[in-house]
């Protein structure tokens, strides 16, 4: 069984830019969720997909979008970067009662 | 909404004290609760969960039981390694939902 997994690990960016980060779901989940994680602060929920449809959406702008693919692998995109999307991006994937399971992230620093 | 309440950090300790780390929820109806365990550099890995009342969840010589009446999920360890420095974060989501809501987290130092 492999876990989560993500990519980049890494990624510098300057403002205005857009951005790709990509997700592996683990084997035999269908639900991926996206947090964003600042600097000493407790994951931020972005979005969930089920499915390939969006089911629920934090307090983030439009500019945040994303994607869910047949094999449950999952895109975050960001457009328009500005300096404060710099942080630890986390996918998590899970299925029901279970807790989630998250990747190692990708940092994120926007210039 | 529901919300989760964990005590402030850092918390220091000595090799083999004993750990306490205190978290407080408000949820409607009967949530899922875990803590989950973030180390230097790393994403957040699920370090144990309870589902129902009363239910008690352990791993690693961790545990943590749910208390209903007191709407609590106290991680606790008996005693802590330097290994067990990182960020503990406690977390519920509501029935039939897969949407977590965590807390701030706390940091633990565990000094040799």
């Known amino acids: 069984e492999t876990g989560v997994t993500q990519s980049p690990t890494h990624l510098i960016k300057t403002r205005g830019q857009q951005v790709t980060l990509r997700c592996s779901s683990q084997?035999?989940?269908?639900?991926v969720s996206w947090y964003q994680q600042a600097l000493g602060q407790g994951p931020q929920f972005i979005f969930q997909y089920y499915r390939e449809e969006e089911n629920g959406r934090g307090n983030f702008p439009p500019r945040f979008s994303g994607l869910q693919f047949p094999n449950y692998s999952s895109e975050l995109n960001v457009n328009a970067l500005e300096l404060d999307d710099s942080a630890l991006y986390l996918c998590?994937?899970?299925?029901?009662?279970?807790?989630?399971?998250f990747g190692p992230g990708t940092r994120l620093l926007v210039l | 909404g529901d919300s989760v309440t964990q005590m402030e950090g850092p918390v220091t300790l000595s090799e083999e004290a004993c750990l306490t780390i205190?978290?407080?929820?408000?949820?409607?109806?009967?949530?899922?609760l875990f803590w989950y365990v973030q180390y230097p550099g790393e994403g957040l890995q699920l370090l144990l969960k309870?589902?129902?009342?009363?239910d008690k969840g352990s791993n690693k010589g961790f545990e943590a039981t749910y208390r209903k009446e007191t709407t609590s999920f106290h991680l606790e360890k008996g005693s802590v390694q330097v290994s067990d420095s990182a960020v503990y974060f406690c977390a519920l989501t509501p029935g039939g939902s897969y949407i977590p809501t965590f807390g701030r987290g706390t940091s633990l130092i565990v000094h040799p």
């Open positions: 309870a589902t129902k009342a009363d």
């Open positions: 205190n978290c407080t929820y408000t949820a409607t109806g009967y949530p899922s």
């Open positions: 998590a994937s899970s299925s029901p009662w279970e807790g989630q399971y």
């Open positions: 084997s035999g989940h269908n639900t």
